[in-house]
């Protein structure tokens, strides 16, 4: 008779834990979750060459934007958590 302190590994007893979902690293560095449909990112061309640009575009680039609705369902694949 088989008891259900046993250890998981065992071939008797069927597993009964869902999977994880693993967290794509490059997105927790990239977006920040606001809402449960809201997400934050940062603008680009803020890195170098910023003495060309006028002070009201390095202002407005500094500020966070939000992600458009179209790639907030692919990017709730990428941060489940």
Not at 59 to 74: E, G, Q, T, Y
């Amino acid at each position: 008779m088989v008891s259900n302190t046993s250890s998981y590994n065992s071939p008797y007893i069927p597993r009964l834990i869902m999977p994880k979902l693993k967290t794509r690293k490059a997105a927790i560095k990239r977006y920040h979750k606001i809402s449960a449909n809201c997400y934050m990112r940062h603008h680009a061309f803020t890195g170098h060459l910023l003495m060309n640009r006028s002070k009201k575009q390095k202002r407005n680039l500094s500020v966070k934007a939000s992600v458009s609705k179209a790639d907030i369902s692919s990017l709730k694949l990428m941060l489940p958590y």
